[in-house]
């Protein structure tokens, strides 16, 4: 809705559940249920959203422009119903993603260089 | 048939939970991820099944409620946007608003601290006992009664003995009257009142023969004596001997007369030996109790009277004696509830026209926005969706000028609390407290729902192709001009009854304003001071006391005059013999008449006049004749046809001393004291002949009390420095107390009929100043086609007047049904008085046709050419 070119640090930090769905996003265009499968299959089962939660979610990140409605439908193989919206990333909201991953990747630094991730550096 | 199966039901009803926006965007497609996960959850076995139903209902009663609070913030947004765009029309909305409410909350406040917040648990259950025959019930219950009550009377929870006790407080500052309060051990479990630190008194220690102890109130405990808790065990000095503090009570115990400031209870019995001992007859005391659960007050009267006749000493004369038991709070706060009530039912009635007002001024910013509101309904935007923005933006309104109202109210209650109406009783406990606050919110919304409903309906029923084609007055117009001619009779009419209202209590406080007290109470100074009663104590020894002090005061240059009475006028107390005969005929039981004990001069001070024989002079001294003065009152009471003087009264005016007077001579009435205006039967009794140890000195000077307590004061500690001087106050400041509860009752009761008015005149030069532009196309073709001015000034008058007369008759009709909740604070006014309610009816029909005048006549100066050619 508004495409204006912003700045993402101005949308951060993002709520864990927010990155989690714009995560989903990132490699192709997803519909509702598919972003919370995908979020579940992700997080290894530790991040289950709830439909409620979801479209809260998919409303909020669509007003900031972050995501829209994609043209795009995949062919019908998997039981595709009209109802399905399917989403993508805009560039906005990929740049968005893209800060956020980097905010927490350098707190991830900071936790290694001040050994509080002492034991599980090789993992 | 195809139903639905239940888990689509109970999705549906969750989606319930969204705004309709919501729904509308992702309802569907919600509804598909549901069904979808809901399949996979089901593979995954009964706990997989559990798990998808907790997440699903927790998210959507979680996601719910917040996507319309974001709806809500955003609608408030554009509200308060508006409101700065109009700021003319915000600033007469948010002031009415928060008169409105700035009212309401000032008077809930007041009915709040004095109503509601009691300080008892189950108020209901809390009963007074009165005792005798039909039509003469006395609340003095004889010592035996209540012991035989206390003793074999089942009824009750608990039943207390209560007499008051004032001793004065020495070693700790000045000495002081305290407000103390006998009681039963029992007292402080029926009442609430276990002591916060130590213990109250028990069954044991409240007998005869045992020593006075004392529970300090929480008050006297940190202000006087250092808010140290080992008080408790030591002892204080009471009277000049020492009592052992046994508890402190909490801060809000207040023994049985809650509503008072008591500072301290001692158990009953040994109080009533003091009290003996002090040569008194304490034979009685009023009782109070807390029935036990389920007993009525009936069945506890009756097993009450039932015992009293199995108890011969009980009831000595053989009689039986009849019981009745009333609420507790009947006695404390009933006098004040329905007036109180009345009251506030009065600010509620500010706060409609506030609202009607308001609703008003929105219908117009709604007709002004029919365009942008047409534009939304163009564009899908549902009617259900643009009534709920309206609305938001009225509560928008109403929350800010429910805050600025807090401002208000606080200045209300300020005033309020300032004129300290002395028959109020809890005002202390008078503030802003959670309820106080939730009921201003509540007003705030309730009155942001209410102005708000209206405009926000006809607001919605904009029709496109109506407001786009800018057609003016359609069918919508006639309704909203009906429903602003609807709002502004009513406000005429609630205004008006307020108006009568006010004009009652009004003139109850004119009426009861003492001009003509019956003295002459400028200049002088009342200083109240009471000796104790030692047991050896002859009224000689006070009578010397007294003496003294008088003369010490003679001796001061700055006091001009100096008299005394044991009785002063208007505050209520009296001295009233056991048994009065008049010319050798006793009077009965009680005998209704008023001894005074007054110095020689004392008429003379305090500007009484001497209606016929004479006052009295030094030559009347405890040596000579006994004689007494009486009132005219006294005189037509007994001797309406003969003269009185020379005639006999004897009254025993002291345990068991009789004394046989002449009457000499007959004074003025003074006023009575409150709503009883009519004077009491008086018989003054020399100052040299009677004695008291309580007198009201009246000094007659010119300086303030402050400058000339020092010397009061001074002058007392010269003669004992362990009494106390109670109270230094102008004579004036009696009078204006005993007026007090009229002066609040007029002044609220003005001040809400006022700003109705004021209200009610701006909603109508406002509807009719619209009504005026909106018809100004009219008014200039009827002016091209020949209309004069004074026509089109009845055209437009002519609507204004039939508005004002409906609301006025409305307004009587009201009146007439409401001002009798405020008969108990009116004194020889009828609430229905018909010069009060045609004065009113003429204020109000002078004020709403001004304010309709000023727009009519707008209206005539309208240009025809300049209206046709803007068409």
Redesign the interface.
């Known amino acids: 809705m508004t495409p204006a070119p912003r700045d993402p640090a101005r949308l951060l930090p993002l709520s864990p559940a927010m990155f989690h769905v714009l995560a989903a996003l990132a490699e192709s265009p997803r519909h509702g249920y598919a972003i919370i499968k995908d979020v579940l299959e992700r997080t290894q089962g530790r991040v289950a959203l709830s439909t409620g939660t979801l479209y809260g979610l998919v409303k909020r990140l669509r007003a900031e422009g972050l995501i829209v409605e994609s043209a795009h439908r995949p062919t019908a193989s998997d039981g595709d119903d009209e109802r399905r919206r399917y989403y993508r990333l805009t560039d906005f909201g990929r740049a968005v993603a893209v800060a956020e991953a980097q905010r927490l990747e350098q707190m991830v630094v900071v936790a290694r260089a001040s050994s509080l991730l002492k034991g599980r550096q090789r993992a | 048939m195809n139903r639905i199966p239940f888990r689509q039901r109970l999705f549906r009803v969750?989606l319930r939970l969204?705004p309709s926006e919501?729904r509308g965007?992702?309802g569907?497609?919600?509804?598909?991820?549901?069904e979808?996960?809901r399949r996979?959850a089901a593979a995954a076995g009964r706990t997989g099944r559990a798990?998808f139903w907790w997440?699903?209902v927790?998210?959507?009663?979680?996601?719910?409620p917040?996507?319309h609070a974001s709806v809500m913030l955003r609608d408030a947004g554009y509200g308060l946007r508006l409101m700065r765009a109009h700021p003319g029309v915000t600033l007469t909305a948010l002031l009415t608003i928060a008169l409105g409410v700035g009212a309401n909350t000032a008077m809930f406040s007041v009915v709040n601290g004095v109503l509601f917040k009691v300080p008892f648990h189950d108020p209901d259950r809390l009963v007074t006992v009165r005792v005798g025959a039909p039509g003469s019930m006395s609340a003095a219950i004889t010592v035996s009664q209540f012991e035989t009550w206390r003793d074999r009377v089942r009824a009750f929870d608990g039943i207390t003995g209560f007499t008051l006790l004032s001793p004065v407080l020495t070693g700790h500052g000045e000495a002081t009257r305290l407000a103390g309060e006998c009681v039963s051990a029992e007292a402080f479990a029926i009442l609430d009142g276990t002591p916060v630190i130590g213990r109250p008194f028990t069954a044991s220690e409240d007998r005869a023969g045992q020593p006075l102890l004392a529970v300090i109130g929480h008050d006297l405990w940190t202000t006087r004596l250092g808010g140290d808790a080992s008080i408790v065990g030591r002892t204080i000095a009471l009277d000049q001997e020492p009592v052992t503090v046994v508890g402190i009570a909490g801060p809000t115990f207040g023994g049985p007369h809650a509503y008072g400031r008591t500072n301290l209870w001692m158990p009953l019995a040994p109080c009533l030996d003091r009290l003996r001992a002090q040569g008194r007859r304490a034979q009685s005391v009023n009782v109070y109790g807390r029935l036990a659960g389920g007993v009525t007050l009936p069945v506890a009267a009756a097993e009450m009277e039932s015992a009293l006749e199995r108890d011969a000493t009980a009831a000595p004369d053989g009689q039986a004696v009849q019981v009745e038991l009333a609420p507790l709070l009947d006695e404390l706060i009933g006098d004040v509830r329905e007036p109180l009530l009345a009251l506030l039912g009065a600010a509620g009635f500010v706060l409609l026209i506030a609202s009607a007002n308001v609703a008003s001024l929105l219908l117009g910013r709604a007709h002004a926005r029919r365009k942008e509101l047409a534009v939304r309904a163009a564009l899908g935007c549902s009617r259900a969706r643009i009534v709920r923005q309206l609305l938001t933006e009225s509560l928008v309104f109403g929350i800010t000028g429910g805050a600025l109202g807090l401002l208000v109210a606080n200045w209300i209650l300020g005033t309020i609390l300032a004129m300290r109406p002395a028959s109020v009783p809890g005002l202390h406990r008078v503030g802003m407290d959670w309820r106080v606050l939730a009921v201003c919110l509540f007003a705030s919304l309730g009155t942001g729902l209410l102005f708000g409903l209206l405009p926000a309906i006809t607001g919605a029923h904009v029709s496109p192709a109506a407001a786009l084609g800018e057609f003016g007055r359609g069918a919508a117009g006639s309704a909203r001009q009906r429903a602003r001619s609807a709002l502004v009779i009513a406000e005429i009419a609630l205004s008006l009854a307020l108006l009568v209202g006010a004009g009652l209590l009004t003139r109850t406080f004119l009426h009861l304003r003492p001009d003509n007290p019956g003295f002459k109470p400028d200049g002088k100074l009342i200083v109240t001071v009471t000796l104790p009663r030692a047991p050896s104590s002859k009224s000689d020894s006070s009578t010397a006391f007294f003496d003294q002090f008088f003369e010490r005061l003679r001796s001061q240059p700055v006091f001009a005059g100096v008299s005394a009475s044991s009785t002063l006028p208007l505050t209520g107390n009296v001295r009233m013999p056991a048994t009065v005969a008049v010319a050798g005929h006793p009077l009965g039981r009680r005998p209704n008449v008023d001894m005074p004990v007054v110095t020689a001069n004392y008429f003379d001070e305090i500007g009484m006049a001497i209606l016929r024989g004479r006052g009295f002079s030094r030559d009347d001294s405890s040596g000579s004749q006994p004689v007494t003065v009486i009132n005219e009152t006294m005189a037509r009471r007994f001797w309406p046809a003969a003269s009185p003087l020379g005639a006999y009264i004897t009254a025993e005016e002291r345990p068991g001393l009789s004394v046989t007077r002449t009457v000499v001579g007959i004074v003025n009435d003074v006023r009575g004291t409150g709503n009883r205006l009519g004077a009491f039967s008086q018989a003054y009794v020399p100052w040299a002949q009677g004695g008291s140890t309580y007198m009201t000195v009246v000094l007659r000077t010119d300086e303030p009390a402050e400058r000339v307590a020092p010397i009061i004061q001074s002058q007392m500690a010269a003669l004992n420095p362990n009494l106390p001087v109670e109270s230094i106050e102008p004579l004036n400041a009696v009078l204006s107390r005993s007026v007090s509860l009229w002066r609040f009752a007029a002044w609220v009761m003005s001040l809400f009929a006022g700003l109705a008015v004021v209200l009610a005149s701006v909603g109508l030069f406002a509807v009719v100043g619209w009504s005026v532009t909106e018809r100004t196309r009219e008014i200039g073709v009827r002016m091209a086609l020949g209309a004069s001015r004074s026509q089109i000034l009845s055209l437009i008058a002519r609507r204004a007047l039939v508005w004002t007369a409906l609301g006025l008759a409305l307004g009587l009709g009201l009146a007439v049904a409401t001002t009798r909740f405020l008969a108990s604070w009116m004194v020889d006014v009828s609430p229905l008085d018909r010069t009060t309610f045609a004065a009113a009816a003429g204020l109000m029909a002078v004020v709403a046709l001004t304010a309709a005048y000023v727009p009519a006549r707008r209206a005539t100066k309208v240009d025809p050419l300049v209206t046709l050619r803007a068409e």
């Open positions: 969750l969204f919501f965007d992702f569907p497609e919600m509804t598909q991820a549901f979808d996960e996979d798990g997440r699903t927790r998210g959507m009663a979680m996601t719910g917040r996507e």
